[in-house]
């Protein structure tokens, strides 16, 4: 079955740089899209970043365009969010997903904490 494993989240002061990984398992992971979403307490859960199959396509939202960067290792089967220049406004649990035949899946997540 489709195992979705989040690490590397924890407490980062404003200016601080995390990376985030999703260990995938149970299914054929370079054929999939895989993507970063992160969901704020009382907020709707939000797309964060998106790369394809292959990581030859790349999508941010634009507030955290130019400081996360996602990539992927399909040898390894994980996908990764590195982010940079962190302020409060990116605290938040961190899931990552991957869609097929319509079904959703998602990790435990991973929190992540910005604050002074």
């Known amino acids: 079955q489709v195992q979705l494993v989040e690490s590397g989240g924890g407490l980062v002061q404003p200016g601080g740089s995390l990376r985030l990984s999703c260990a995938a398992s149970g299914f054929t992971f370079s054929s999939y899209t895989m993507k970063w979403y992160r969901q704020a307490p009382g907020k709707e859960r939000e797309l964060v970043a998106t790369?394809?199959?292959?990581?030859?396509?790349?999508t941010y939202r634009g507030s955290v365009r130019g400081r996360f960067t996602i990539s992927r290792a399909n040898a390894k089967n994980t996908v990764y969010l590195e982010m940079n220049s962190l302020t409060p406004e990116d605290t938040a649990v961190y899931y990552c997903n991957t869609v097929q035949g319509g079904t959703n899946y998602w990790g435990q997540g991973t929190q992540v904490t910005v604050s002074s």
């Open positions: 790369i394809s199959a292959a990581g030859s396509s790349i």
